[in-house]
């Protein structure tokens, strides 16, 4: 088992910066990718970024060149800094962790998110 802790969200001005973080606990073994997504209302998770084991990234169109995903593994940390927000962010973002397993598919962690608002 994964836990995971998302934390930074905030009411931000379009233009402004945010620093998301997801704090990771638990059997930490086997993780392929960490990664964020985001859930805007009344429309379905779509991903943001992820990143994974050789440091690899992935981006959504919609987010690149202004939000960046990184990790420290000392801190059991992964980050999401996001710059030039506009009003089109605003969603709950939420962490995701996938891990493989002995047997089977993959076990898939999910946080239960931060509410990031984009509004002047």
């Known amino acids: 088992q994964i836990q995971l802790v998302e934390s930074g969200g905030a009411l931000v001005q379009p233009g402004g910066s945010l620093r998301l973080s997801c704090k990771r606990s638990?059997?930490?073994?086997?993780?392929?990718?960490m990664g964020w997504y985001r859930q805007a209302p009344g429309k379905e998770r779509e991903l943001v970024a992820t990143i994974i084991s050789d440091d690899s990234t992935n981006y959504a169109d919609s987010v690149k060149g202004r939000f960046t995903i990184s990790r420290d593994n000392a801190k059991n940390t992964v980050y999401l800094q996001m710059n030039s927000l506009k009003h089109e962010d605003t969603a709950v973002y939420l962490c995701?962790?996938?891990?493989?397993?002995?047997?089977?598919?993959?076990?898939?962690?999910w946080g239960q998110g931060t509410q990031v608002t984009v509004s002047s």
């Open positions: 995701n962790a996938v891990q493989s397993t002995a047997y089977g598919p993959p076990s898939v962690y």
């Open positions: 638990g059997n930490l073994f086997s993780i392929i990718s």
